[in-house]
């Protein structure tokens, strides 16, 4: 399975964007990035998901370079509701399933 | 649709006594995983079922713990006997995995062991 690093934390005001890094050095040719957020004491929420080059869609964009050894999600003008855990997950399928496997996370803090 | 159901939210056992943790998935989606959180080891995946099949369950800790999944509509998680460091919040979430990596989580089984 690939493993991810990616910052423990991060800080940033409100109404700035947010790039979190993420690498996943050893990456499989079938596998797939995915973004989850976690607020307290709730369940992770699922966020995007990419192959390669750019995704976005209503909460945030997703790069992918073209060796997919990292990724970038990019979250635009975050506000205070946006403080949360951030996970990068490499999805990995077999047996017709996704198996997830999440990392430390990324907390990001939004200050006023 | 309800999202994923867990029970009970909020569990407080003794030491050596047996703790089973439900879990109702999203109708149609056919896998299931489920994880336990901890400060300090984070989120790990314990084991994951697909068309209600165990797929891995190389993340369960020892023996002391077992899931089951008889249904498409209910998966049980049990520890037998239970121990203070399985205290941690315990989710569950489903899947249809149907052109994406969306998984959905249910709002998890706090657990404590005294």
């Known amino acids: 399975l690939a493993k991810t690093t990616q910052p423990i934390s991060m800080d940033s005001y409100e109404g700035q964007e947010v790039n979190i890094t993420c690498s996943h050095n050893?990456?499989?040719?079938?596998?797939?990035i995915t973004w989850y957020q976690q607020f307290p004491s709730q369940g992770p929420r699922f966020i995007i998901q990419?192959?390669?080059t750019k995704v976005t869609n209503e909460v945030a964009s997703l790069f992918i370079p073209a060796d997919r050894k990292s990724s970038t999600l990019s979250l635009p003008r975050v506000s205070l509701s946006d403080t949360a855990v951030y996970y990068c997950?490499?999805?990995?399928?077999?047996?017709?399933?996704?198996?997830?496997?999440f990392g430390k996370g990324t907390k990001l803090s939004v200050i006023p | 649709d309800a999202g994923v159901i867990q029970s009970p939210r909020h569990e407080v056992t003794e030491m050596g006594q047996e703790v089973t943790l439900r879990c109702k998935p999203i109708?149609?989606?056919?896998?299931l995983f489920w994880y336990r959180q901890t400060m300090m080891r984070g989120l790990e995946l314990l084991i994951y079922?697909?068309?209600?099949?165990?797929?891995?369950d190389s993340g369960m800790p020892e023996d002391r713990f077992s899931a089951k999944m008889p249904n498409a509509s209910f998966s049980t998680l049990k520890i037998q006997p239970s121990e203070p460091r399985d205290s941690a919040v315990y989710f569950c979430?489903?899947?249809?995995?149907?052109?994406?990596?969306?998984?959905?989580f249910g709002q998890g089984t706090r657990l404590t062991v005294v």
């Open positions: 979430a489903s899947s249809s995995f149907r052109g994406n990596t969306e998984a959905f």
């Open positions: 050893n990456i499989a040719t079938n596998d797939y």
């Open positions: 990419g192959y390669k």
């Open positions: 997950l490499v999805a990995t399928s077999g047996a017709g399933s996704y198996q997830l496997t």
């Open positions: 109708s149609g989606h056919n896998s």
């Open positions: 079922f697909n068309n209600n099949v165990p797929i891995d």
